[in-house]
């Protein structure tokens, strides 16, 4: 399976831990977009990363959120001290260039993040 | 409203029959995707129409789209069962590094 890959699928925590989501993209993507999704709702764009950069986190809360795409490994999603309003969907995209315009992102099958 | 609005939020058909979902955007767009989620999975990319196209169509799938009123449409003909799904459009910035999507349209194809 060539496409985008989420580990874990599941995850909870504690109030107050750390959440990490990894994501793979598709072999040869080398950008990661990554999406939040409250049940019944649409994806919410979060931040858009390339290799070693953030290009676009004006999704992303300023606080206790952060995303990295490096060099070599997986692009990582990382909540500190979580809150229960953190419980979502939390979905990874990747593209072979910038130009959503004219390509289609191809999707992994999320993280389920709960927290008690 | 946010940006990409489907309408309706639910719909139910009988199988073999035609299900259309409507789908209104603010802002210009370079173009608009059409996704498919099925419960418990990631999105699926369907259709990509650009501004300057009118229709489109892929499959049993056909898209049009009105950028003087800022909306689109997606027809599924001949539904099935294994359609059941939610759909959402999508528009991509100027950038094009961020898809804004929609609530959603949430469909039920009974055998």
């Known amino acids: 399976n060539a496409g985008v890959m989420q580990n874990p699928r599941h995850l909870v925590r504690r109030r107050g831990q750390e959440a990490r989501l990894r994501c793979s993209p598709v072999k040869g993507h080398s950008h990661v977009y990554w999406y939040r999704q409250l049940p019944e709702e649409g994806l919410k764009f979060m931040v858009y990363l390339q290799k070693e950069n953030i290009i676009d986190e004006s999704g992303m809360p300023k606080e206790r959120f952060s995303a990295e795409f490096p060099k070599e490994g997986p692009s990582i999603l990382r909540i500190q001290q979580v809150v229960r309003g953190d419980s979502a969907a939390y979905f990874c995209?990747?593209?072979?260039?910038?130009?959503?315009?004219?390509?289609?992102?191809?999707f992994g099958d999320g993280t389920r993040l709960s927290i008690l | 409203s946010q940006q990409g609005e489907e309408d309706p939020q639910a719909l139910s058909i009988q199988e073999g029959e035609n299900a259309t979902m409507n789908c209104s955007y603010k802002t210009s767009i370079n173009n608009l995707q059409w996704y498919r989620q099925n419960s418990g999975r990631g999105l699926v990319h369907l259709i990509l129409i650009r501004s300057n196209e009118r229709e489109k169509h892929s499959g049993r799938l056909r898209v049009t789209l009105d950028t003087s009123k800022k909306s689109s449409s997606l027809l599924i003909t001949a539904s099935r069962a294994a359609d059941t799904a939610s759909y959402f459009c999508a528009t991509a910035n100027n950038a094009g590094n961020m898809l804004t999507f929609g609530g959603g349209t949430r469909l039920m194809v009974k055998p």
């Open positions: 995209a990747s593209s072979p260039s910038h130009r959503g315009n004219d390509q289609p992102q191809h």
